[in-house]
């Protein structure tokens, strides 16, 4: 084989594999088979890391210190990537790592925030329809129960509401929206109190499966099964319609193939309630190749990983700059750690805590960039930290949709690492986003449509605080 500098190797390794898993005789090759097919595509680079290919489509990275291979993003300095070579690792690849296939086809949508961006209009105009043509029914047929949207929504609102505002925050890959998008203005009248957030962005909680499947569950179990299944039509009504936006399609795609269907055979869950057991059932329907967009649910470590990974891919603008990605991801979830849980020394868990469940799901060198960077004031990742609310020069995007996409995939790793330590995640945002939004401030907003397209929901009491708050 020849090398030159145009080689590199993480570019035709990764084109190679994905040859071999979409040829239709992949998934009828033997394990081992496939196993020493994906070895022999493995890598080294100059520094002997070994990495590899493989499962979810995605780079793993051999740790030095556990021996394990790790979920990494790859690195990008040109050097790094044309001085790899091929080399099967000694040990073999873990079954683990293996492509499927299904894997393979998984669409992973967009990492982008709800801030610059907006959703598009023909999206918002149908989920208002679906909220309008639902609001009215009475709540004594569709009661909040104990799914735990009693905080976020008035007494009298009925579950129907809850299961649309549901479905959107559980189909969001990171659910920080601009204190303006209509998405959210619609459900102002419905509201308890103000949403989470400041003057420029609402910060909301990821909303869980649990919470969605027990506003159904409920009414299943209490025997009004007609009300049950209006409730999962209408979360898949709802996640059809926010399909059209790449920012929710995963999950959207995820949570249709696990509610529709019942629509045509109403009777499936019917053995998972008495037990309590309806999101394991709905878990069981989602096919393999969405499997990807349940991780949240299925494996909060796993799905801390693949947030990681995201975030590193969202920062290689700063490669050409001079910078890691990989280590300014590392250095940004430091910041953020430090953020949450050194401003309040009561909380539980404490740091150390935080950093010693994180751990195990990162490889050596991401491990490396965490620990310096919160224990050495004077080291250089220190860099990276936002001051003063704002991103190092280093760090600030080249343009709104990279900024976005920044914004997104920092908020989206901040509620991972917040889920798998059990932490309460920050109201008003962690300190890598919120540092973001300043990037977006003053270019955040899509053109309106013309006056009279639409009209916002009305406020009732007359307070309008939603709306107030978001444009003060």
Same mark, same amino acid.
């Given at each position: 084989?020849?090398?030159?500098?145009?080689?590199?190797?993480?570019?035709?390794?990764?084109?190679?594999?994905?040859?071999?898993?979409?040829?239709?005789?992949?998934?009828?090759?033997?394990?081992?088979?496939?196993?020493?097919?994906?070895?022999?595509?493995?890598?080294?680079?100059?520094?002997?890391?070994?990495?590899?290919?493989?499962?979810?489509?995605?780079?793993?990275?051999?740790?030095?210190?556990?021996?394990?291979?790790?979920?990494?993003?790859?690195?990008?300095?040109?050097?790094?990537? @044309?001085?790899?070579?091929?080399?099967?690792?000694?040990?073999?690849?873990?079954?683990?790592?293996?492509?499927?296939?299904?894997?393979?086809?998984?669409?992973?949508? @967009?990492?982008?925030?709800?801030?610059?961006?907006?959703?598009?209009?023909?999206?918002?105009?149908?989920?208002?329809?679906? $909220?309008?043509?639902?609001?009215?029914?009475?709540?004594?047929?569709?009661?909040?129960?104990?799914?735990?949207?009693?905080?976020?929504?008035?007494?009298?609102?009925?579950?129907?509401?809850?299961?649309?505002?549901?479905?959107?925050?559980?189909?969001?890959?990171?659910?920080?929206?601009?204190?303006?998008?209509?998405?959210?203005?619609?459900?102002?009248?419905?509201?308890?109190?103000?949403?989470?957030?400041?003057?420029?962005?609402?910060?909301?909680?990821?909303?869980?499966?649990?919470?969605?499947?027990?506003?159904?569950?409920?009414?299943?179990?209490?025997?009004?099964?007609?009300?049950?299944?209006? $409730?999962?039509?209408?979360?898949?009504?709802?996640?059809?319609?926010?399909?059209?936006?790449?920012?929710?399609?995963?999950?959207?795609?995820?949570?249709?193939?696990?509610?529709?269907?019942?629509?045509?055979?109403?009777?499936?869950?019917?053995?998972?309630?008495?037990?309590?057991?309806?999101?394991?059932?709905?878990?069981?329907?989602?096919?393999?190749?969405?499997?990807?967009?349940? $991780?949240?649910?299925?494996?909060?470590?796993?799905?801390?990983?693949?947030?990681?990974?995201?975030?590193?891919?969202?920062?290689?603008?700063?490669?050409?700059?001079?910078?890691?990605?990989?280590?300014?991801?590392?250095?940004?979830?430091?910041?953020?750690?430090?953020?949450?849980?050194?401003?309040?020394?009561?909380?539980?868990?404490?740091?150390?805590?935080?950093?010693?469940?994180?751990?195990?799901?990162?490889?050596?060198?991401?491990?490396?960039?965490?620990?310096?960077?919160?224990?050495?004031? @004077?080291?250089?990742?220190?860099?990276?930290?936002?001051?003063?609310?704002?991103?190092?020069?280093?760090?600030?995007?080249?343009?709104?949709?990279?900024?976005?996409?920044?914004?997104?995939?920092?908020?989206?790793?901040?509620?991972?690492?917040?889920?798998?330590?059990?932490?309460?995640?920050?109201?008003?945002?962690?300190?890598?986003?919120?540092?973001?939004?300043?990037?977006?401030?003053?270019?955040?907003?899509?053109?309106?449509?013309?006056?009279?397209?639409?009209?916002?929901?009305?406020?009732?009491?007359?307070?309008?605080?939603?709306?107030?708050?978001?444009?003060?």
């Amino acid at each position: 084989m020849r090398w030159d500098v145009q080689w590199d190797g993480f570019t035709a390794m990764e084109q190679d594999v994905r040859s071999l898993v979409a040829d239709p005789r992949w998934t009828t090759l033997p394990p081992l088979a496939r196993a020493q097919a994906i070895a022999q595509r493995a890598l080294v680079t100059p520094d002997g890391s070994r990495w590899l290919f493989g499962a979810h489509a995605r780079w793993y990275r051999l740790d030095r210190v556990d021996g394990r291979w790790h979920l990494s993003a790859p690195p990008l300095h040109p050097a790094v990537r @044309s001085g790899a070579r091929p080399l099967a690792p000694p040990s073999g690849v873990p079954h683990l790592l293996i492509p499927s296939g299904a894997d393979f086809a998984f669409d992973r949508g @967009s990492t982008q925030a709800f801030v610059g961006p907006d959703v598009p209009r023909e999206v918002t105009e149908r989920v208002r329809a679906v $909220l309008m043509a639902h609001r009215g029914l009475r709540r004594a047929e569709f009661p909040l129960g104990e799914s735990g949207f009693q905080e976020v929504f008035a007494r009298d609102v009925a579950s129907t509401v809850a299961a649309v505002w549901g479905t959107i925050m559980w189909c969001a890959y990171a659910p920080a929206f601009d204190g303006n998008e209509v998405l959210l203005s619609m459900f102002g009248e419905f509201l308890a109190r103000p949403l989470p957030g400041d003057d420029w962005v609402r910060w909301l909680p990821a909303v869980s499966l649990d919470a969605l499947a027990a506003l159904y569950a409920e009414r299943m179990r209490s025997g009004a099964e007609e009300a049950g299944l209006r $409730l999962a039509a209408l979360m898949a009504e709802t996640a059809t319609v926010l399909r059209a936006d790449a920012r929710f399609r995963p999950r959207a795609d995820a949570l249709l193939a696990m509610t529709e269907p019942l629509l045509a055979q109403p009777w499936l869950d019917h053995h998972a309630l008495p037990g309590g057991a309806v999101r394991q059932a709905w878990l069981a329907r989602c096919p393999p190749h969405l499997a990807g967009a349940t $991780l949240a649910e299925t494996s909060p470590g796993e799905h801390f990983r693949h947030s990681l990974y995201d975030l590193v891919e969202a920062l290689g603008y700063t490669a050409a700059r001079g910078l890691d990605p990989r280590s300014a991801a590392a250095s940004l979830l430091a910041a953020d750690v430090a953020g949450l849980l050194s401003g309040s020394p009561s909380m539980s868990p404490s740091t150390a805590e935080v950093v010693t469940q994180l751990y195990p799901w990162m490889d050596d060198e991401l491990r490396h960039g965490l620990y310096v960077s919160l224990a050495d004031p @004077s080291h250089p990742l220190r860099g990276c930290w936002p001051s003063d609310g704002a991103l190092p020069p280093v760090l600030v995007p080249p343009d709104r949709g990279t900024a976005a996409a920044l914004l997104g995939s920092a908020y989206a790793t901040g509620l991972a690492w917040c889920r798998l330590t059990g932490t309460a995640p920050a109201p008003r945002g962690f300190a890598v986003s919120s540092a973001v939004v300043q990037c977006l401030i003053h270019q955040r907003d899509d053109p309106l449509p013309e006056p009279g397209t639409w009209s916002f929901p009305h406020d009732p009491d007359g307070t309008g605080w939603l709306f107030d708050n978001a444009q003060r």
